[in-house]
């Protein structure tokens, strides 16, 4: 397994448009981008090709994430998600929608995956944080806000 970070980047109108190179795990790149540019919070969509992908769905009894790997190289159909801050550092939450070669669909929020072939994501920032907390309730770190328009 061999581990790329020379993604390509530039700034667009609302932030930055990312090229991931083959081999780049989409979360550890996508977190060290943020963190080298100060993305405080933002909006990211993408799509290309993932391989070795782990997927996950929240079990809300357990408190827990069911997660499966898929090894094999897929489309990208879909990646949705954000970045905030959680203890001073960018944390991603992204979903994706991947398609196989049958056709079929498979959904989850990611654990990890590497670009198979390429990945074209949009980063669309915000000057302005947005914090997460943990919730017992849910047993996961949503996010915390203010309630208010910032002065
Ligand atoms: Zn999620």
């Known amino acids: 397994m061999y581990y790329n970070t020379n993604m390509q980047w530039q700034e667009s109108t609302n932030g930055f448009v990312l090229r991931l190179e083959r081999g780049e795990e989409v979360l550890t790149s996508l977190e060290n981008f943020c963190k080298e540019q100060s993305v405080m919070s933002a909006f990211v969509c993408g799509i290309g090709a993932l391989e070795n992908v782990e997927i996950c769905a929240y079990d809300i009894k357990k408190k827990t994430y069911i997660c499966r790997k898929f090894a094999e190289s897929q489309e990208l159909l879909s990646l ?43 980063v669309r920032t915000s000057s ?21 328009r910032s002065s």
């Open 80 to 122: 949705l998600g954000n970045v905030t801050q959680s203890e001073g550092k960018p944390f991603c939450h992204i979903h994706v929608v991947l398609g196989n070669e049958e056709y079929h669909v498979n959904g989850g929020h990611l654990q990890s995956g590497r670009v198979s072939v390429t990945c074209e994501i949009e």
């Open 128 to 148: 302005r944080p947005i914090e997460r907390i943990a919730d017992e309730e849910t047993g996961l770190h949503l996010w915390k806000l203010k309630n208010h």
